[in-house]
């Protein structure tokens, strides 16, 4: 492979991977700190997307953003209703308002599964337009994205250290001890799912506008991904490290997953297997350290057996 | 302070296994008590805690605190006037957040977006020496890492860091070891006599019933059975406590640690 097809696709990489950083944020907040696991985040994604498509089709780029990420907190807070004040549980909630999701997203879309963003100013357009004649005019799309999941973890961190973010923590470690400090644990959890669904959205949006397209069905399957970038993340940089470093882990998850997915596409793989590769780097993830502590006494398991009888004999 | 007027609550009412957890309770607390609890398995000890905090609500009667009917009022509203310990030391703290985050969330101080200062940090570091366990030196360690008798301290102090009206221990102590437990109980006394805390606990070991505060109730099948203070609490005896339940209920007491605590 030549050197510049490579840098190429270490770009593609890492461009994506940027992306899907804000998403896997997002579920760092809820699923990592909280202990949701948010099924809403495909709907959430592609809503955000629509909804920035839709703004940003109408002449307003800058205000696609914060539109974005207010849709996805919308979202976030029918799916904390659901779960917390209408006794849905919270894997259903998630599912449920997933599913009204698409019927929502197309009515945005004005009942278009696509939306073309060719010659529409976005905040990418702009950022090239910016940056033309300088030496960083072919890395605007990497600047934008890089910027945005810069900011959103010293967002995060800063958030996570306020006494908001440390009852939104303890929900996810001990909601009794959260009722105990006089903070309703319902209340935490709506927040949260709040500002996580506000990044997924903001996540959507800018991979929309990024690809000068939107897609109904570009959110599907976001939330394996996503969630396969987060446990990539968690085993560069374990549970006990501070959050700066676990964010950054996080995010570092995202671009590595990129990087599989692309490496798994320059070995003559089909695209309609990608779904399948995401599924099984999340297995991967998972049970990777549970085979790994398992091990050993599988081992001895199989000496004793080998050497006759068992422990029992 | 606490006033609690024909409290009932029965489970899986309506069916066989209707079962009445607390039946017509009265209770008086004036300011300043400390009342230990005993009973045998299930006489409604624990519901009697979960009622007073709100983790259950009463089926029917009224419960007051300082004059206010709190009866349904939300759990984590009345936690700011009613602090609770369990037996089981893991349940008071957040694992996964360390004892300076925990103590911030307990101390209730500033609004939702401050942040711990230097200042407050330094509090928690006094509030934990005061525990003599060396947690001062250890509080950007997650709680996860303590031993049950730290964490049962820490939990304490937490509960008790804001000064709460109402103080429940539910046999705090008892998954303990005795040394840790003895420790632990000596500081719940000091903290509860310096701040001048109301306080109920439950407890299995009959001598420390007997020993602690100033007033005794024994409870069976959702009922108080027997309530002393003063010169006649003065001189009961183990051997006296027993004898009134076996009056009170008719039979033996069934409380296997009871017992093994009366024999010990």
Redesign the interface.
Known sequence: MELDKLLALGQTALELGLVNALTVLALFLSYSMLNVCDLSTDGCFTLGAVVGAVVALAGHPWLSLPAAMLAGMLSGLVTATLQMRMGVQSLLAGIVVNTALYSVNMAIAGNKATLSMNKTVTVFSMAKDALNGTFLAGQYKLLVLAAAAALMVVFLCLFLRTKMGLAIRATGSNADMVRSSSIDPAFTTTVGLCVSNAFTALSGCLMAQQQKNFDINMGSGMVTVALASLLIGGVIVSRRKPILRRALGAVLGAVLFRVVYALALRLQMPAFMLKAISSVIVVLAISGPYFRKQLPLMLRRRRAGREGGGPDA | MLKMNHVSITFNPGTPDAKKALDDVNLHVLPGDFISIIGANGAGKSTLFNAICGSFMPDTGTILLDGRNITLT????R??QI??LFQDP????????SIE??L???S?I???????SARDKQRFRDRLALLGMGLEDRMRQ?VGLLSGGQRQALTLL??TYQIPKLLLLDEHTAALDPGTAEKVLKLTEDIVRENHITCLMITHNMQSALDLGNRTLMMHQGRIIFDTSGEERASLTVRDLTDRFRQASGRALDNDRMLLSEQA
């Open positions: 939300p759990e984590h509203q936690a700011k602090g609770r893991m349940r008071g703290s957040a694992p996964d957040m985050e925990n911030a969330l307990a209730g500033g609004g939702w977006l401050s942040r711990v997650p937490m509960a």
